[in-house]
């Protein structure tokens, strides 16, 4: 079985080149894809895709719209946002309209399979360039906001655990880094789910980067 992705950008080199890229792997095959936002939600709902990797910046209709669109017509449809090294603020905002996750347009194959299967698996693995500018993002809040930071409802440890989970790790992994069990992780990771009220890595993930709880 292979996981069906749907590729929405504006450039029809960058379009060819995942694509050669992806199909040379069997577990990935492009159904559709689309040079703005417009007909790419079009093409989703006609595909019902695993996942979408969609640019921000097109014509029509670009990246952030399609996935305000894309909320409002309840497509739960797993997105990875393409993109390139000055659209940090982009970065912030596709996360809190629900991208799972972010690619370079220069990526590595292996960054580029490893992503994909994150997103779809629910999970949110940033490459550690792409995570650094949206946390660095973070540092210029108003002092208020950065109050609330430091008093995060959060303990020391939570949120070393949250930052892990955030850096791609899995909850064996971060057990032997930490020298605890990884019973005492996934505990960890239901009181962060209570406290932030969410249900799942992906949200948490989600939640703490508005909140600027986490860091790289």
Known sequence: ??????????????????????????????????????????????????????????????????LREMQSLQLNIPVLILTTYNEDKLMVQGLKLGAKGYLLKDASREDLFNTIEAAIRGDILLQS??????????????????????????????????????????????????????RTVKAHLTNIYQKLEVTSRAEAIKTAVELGMIHF
């Open 129 to 182: 360039n792409v995570a650094t500018k949206i946390f660095e993002s973070t540092e210029h809040q108003e002092p208020q906001e950065k109050a609330e930071r430091e008093n995060s409802l959060l303990t020391g440890k939570e949120l070393l655990v949250l930052q892990a989970v955030a850096r791609g790790f899995r909850s064996k992994e971060i057990a032997f880094d930490m020298g605890i069990s990884e």
């Open 1 to 66: 079985m292979s996981y069906r992705i749907v590729i929405v950008d504006d450039h029809y080199v960058v379009r060819e080149g995942l694509k050669l890229i992806l199909e040379t792997d069997h577990r990935f095959e492009v159904v559709g894809e689309a040079e703005d936002g417009d007909i790419g939600l079009d093409v989703i709902k006609k595909e019902a895709p695993d996942l979408v990797l969609l640019d921000l910046n097109m014509p029509r209709m670009n990246g952030l719209d399609m």
